[in-house]
């Protein structure tokens, strides 16, 4: 690489660090006005992947929303939501880049919760039984999702409607959470099921048997 061709390559990262510092969203900044709340300390890093429906938001504080993020609660300008807030996380999350949060009706991120990236949560699915429509669109009834404190959900976790996961909990890479999971628990898998769970009497004891 040429010296003029190095120079180049400096100034473009500096441009492009400086757009991503203006473009963010922070809870002092305009566009954070729009979140039904918005707390001290955080921030929702530029760029976004989609962001729509921030009126039925709240995003709690030292909360970190990482690049390319889908936040979305997939409601038109004319539609009501059941619920409000339809999207609520809590106080020093971390939602990490590339992680779609789809909702229409609830979904609950308590505090301290961490996602590793492109995970996926949503409380709405599509509907395939009849068959002289598009399965897009045909829609299920949305179902709340709930993810308890201190919980961490590995790289690509997929977590689907009304599943409620525990406090405490991990979720490894890719599983696919389709059912409850219960507080201090370790799961993994598709769909996941339980592989170790904390007691008082045996402490961390696993693997357990299928479920």
Same mark, same amino acid.
């Given at each position: 690489?040429?010296?003029?061709?190095?120079?180049?390559?400096?100034?473009?990262?500096?441009?492009?660090?400086?757009?991503?510092?203006?473009?963010?969203?922070?809870?002092?900044?305009?566009?954070?006005? $729009?979140?039904?709340?918005?707390?001290?300390?955080?921030?929702?890093?530029?760029?976004?992947?989609?962001?729509?429906?921030?009126?039925?938001?709240?995003?709690?504080?030292?909360?970190?929303?990482?690049?390319?993020?889908?936040?979305?609660?997939?409601?038109?300008?004319?539609?009501?939501?059941?619920?409000?807030?339809?999207?609520?996380?809590?106080?020093?999350?971390?939602?990490?880049?590339?992680?779609?949060?789809?909702?229409?009706?609830?979904?609950?991120?308590?505090?301290?919760?961490?996602?590793?990236?492109?995970?996926?949560?949503?409380?709405?699915?599509?509907?395939?039984?009849?068959?002289?429509?598009?399965?897009?669109?045909?829609?299920?009834?949305?179902?709340?999702?709930?993810?308890?404190?201190?919980? &961490?959900?590995?790289?690509?976790?997929?977590?689907?409607?009304?599943?409620?996961?525990?406090?405490?909990?991990?979720?490894?890479?890719?599983?696919?959470?389709?059912?409850?999971?219960?507080? $201090?628990?370790?799961?993994?898998?598709?769909?996941?099921?339980?592989?170790?769970? &904390?007691?008082?009497?045996?402490?961390?004891?696993?693997?357990?048997?299928?479920?």
């Amino acid at each position: 690489m040429s010296r003029w061709e190095d120079r180049r390559a400096g100034w473009l990262q500096s441009a492009w660090a400086r757009l991503q510092g203006w473009g963010a969203i922070g809870p002092t900044r305009k566009r954070a006005r $729009r979140f039904g709340a918005f707390g001290e300390g955080s921030i929702f890093c530029f760029p976004w992947q989609t962001l729509y429906g921030e009126r039925w938001i709240r995003i709690g504080a030292h909360t970190t929303i990482g690049p390319w993020v889908t936040m979305s609660v997939g409601l038109t300008d004319e539609q009501v939501p059941i619920a409000d807030p339809v999207i609520v996380i809590g106080d020093r999350c971390l939602i990490n880049k590339g992680t779609a949060i789809v909702a229409h009706f609830s979904i609950t991120i308590g505090d301290d919760v961490f996602t590793g990236h492109n995970c996926y949560i949503t409380d709405q699915n599509h509907d395939y039984r009849d068959l002289d429509r598009p399965i897009g669109a045909q829609s299920m009834p949305e179902r709340a999702v709930s993810i308890g404190r201190g919980s &961490w959900l590995g790289h690509g976790v997929v977590v689907l409607p009304g599943v409620t996961i525990g406090e405490h909990v991990t979720v490894a890479a890719n599983a696919v959470v389709t059912r409850d999971l219960p507080d $201090r628990c370790v799961a993994g898998g598709n769909p996941a099921r339980i592989l170790k769970m &904390w007691t008082e009497a045996d402490g961390w004891a696993g693997p357990l048997p299928r479920r």
